[in-house]
């Protein structure tokens, strides 16, 4: 529970400062570098722990992903430039891919399926209540401190939590002969880096469909090719295709992916679109973006009571339709509506989140062996990271896009580095009046762009859980 604090804590303080961040540090063409930075190593990252700890153990393996986490934590503090926090900011992820997976992966250890859906509402409540005072308590140090503190905050929970486990987890003692599957982690790695670097860095630093661009697609998808092929002929492959011939964990992890490419654009953007177009401080763009994390423990709780009765289907259909309903919300929003409606938006996603994650999550991990659970919620995890790398990824370059061509429709000078002076009241007073209103245009458009691909992110992912297997959730026997 305390890892878990120690992750949800990490994102909502990091989304929340990151206006701010940006605005300091310059270089905003970067913003969405510092979430992928992270994502990307801790995606890859996490399939290579939860093979680890299904081979030796979850306690060893927890400890060096949460110590490099934090050292990874510390350095972010003390980063002088965009440049230098995201190199921090893929230490910190190489460790984040061990914290929340093996947290859960415990959790399901100790845990049969009946009893893990109930307990999944009381640690979604500590989810909740570290995702609640993390906006907070970003928004306040930033105000009143500095920012670097965003990233220290972690330390001191990260040490305690190791504590706890050494403490207290006492492991079977079991030997498994396994290895890793280290040249499918190096070709993954390769194969997301080149698709990121193409997303990101295409229509800006390159022509998206230039020679330079068509290279890294064309690279992309070779090492993609024969990472699928190392899978298949690997003895203990990263990803273990075969539990996927389960409907109901295939078409979660496919769900897993789409609402983690909604997730990372909402806690991304929604901060930058209260702050910069909506001019409110960075603690009420904080509320903002805490609504989701209300609403997520709250369905989760529920989601756990339901589960058992009703099976995942009809718990994940209703995370489904909320996740429609509040992406559509952010659709039709505008400066006007005020932090209210995006509170509210963001409450709808968050039911959404907590209802299929709750769902998906105790289903897996009923439908395996514990010598498989580490690396089938790793795999879940990993879907979801790679939702969360491939969201950052794609909002970015919709986002830096979109405000370019606005900048050359209107004739107006400015690169998107010009929007880091809307992010904060001091740099917003500096701004001539009709500047600001150019740019402010230009920001609330091309959010809503993010928006509406959020939106279709939603409606895939209702799409996919239709075809979810009706019937109740089940634990699976060990020999």
Known sequence: MLAMFVGAVEATIVTTAMPTIASELGGFSRYSWIFSSYLLMSTVTVLIYGKL???????????????????????????????????????????????????????????????????????????????????????????????????????????????????????????????????????????????????VEGGQAF????????????????????????????????????????????YANLVSLTTGVILIGISSYLPTYVSGVMEQKAIIAGFALTAMSIGWPLASSLAGHLLIRFGPFLVSFAGGISLVVGSMMFVFMNAGLGPIWAACSSFFIGVGMGLTNTSFIVTIQGAVSRTQRGSATAANMFMKNFGNTI?????????????????????????????????????????????????????????????????????????????????????????
């Open 391 to 479: 969201g950052a990824s794609v909002f970015g370059a919709i986002l830096n896009g979109t405000l370019l061509t606005y900048f050359a429709a209107e004739k107006l000078t400015y690169s998107v580095d010009n929007v880091n002076s809307l992010l904060t009241e001091e740099s917003r007073s500096l701004i001539p009046i009709k500047e600001l209103v150019s740019l402010q245009t230009g920001l609330e458009n091309s959010l809503h762009w993010v928006y509406i691909a959020i939106a279709f992110f939603a409606w895939i992912s209702l799409l996919l859980i239709l075809r979810i297997p009706r019937g109740k959730v089940y634990e699976h026997v060990d020999n």
């Open 53 to 199: 700890a299904d081979v030796f153990g979850r306690k060893p393996i927890f400890f060096v992903g949460l110590t490099i986490f934090l050292i990874g934590s510390i350095l972010c503090g003390f980063a002088g430039s965009m440049e230098q926090l995201i190199i921090y900011r893929l230490v910190q992820g190489i460790g984040a891919g061990a914290v929340m997976p093996i947290a859960t992966t415990i959790v399901g250890d100790i845990y049969s399926t009946e009893e893990r859906a109930k307990i999944q509402g009381y640690l979604s409540s500590v989810w909740g209540i570290s995702a609640v005072s993390g906006p907070v308590i970003g928004g306040l140090l930033v105000q009143y401190v500095n920012w670097q503190f965003v990233f220290w905050v972690n330390v001191p929970l990260g040490i305690l939590a190791m504590a706890g486990i050494f403490f207290f987890l006492h492991e079977p003692k079991e030997t498994h002969n396994a290895s890793v599957d280290y040249r499918g982690a190096v070709l993954l790695t390769i194969a997301l880096l080149s698709i990121l670097v193409w997303l």
């Open 207 to 250: 022509g998206r469909f230039s020679l330079i661009g068509l290279l890294l697609l064309a690279v992309s998808a070779v090492i993609f090719f024969l990472f699928f092929r190392q899978e298949q002929l690997a003895k203990d492959p990263l990803i273990s295709f075969s539990i996927w011939k389960n409907p109901i964990i295939l």
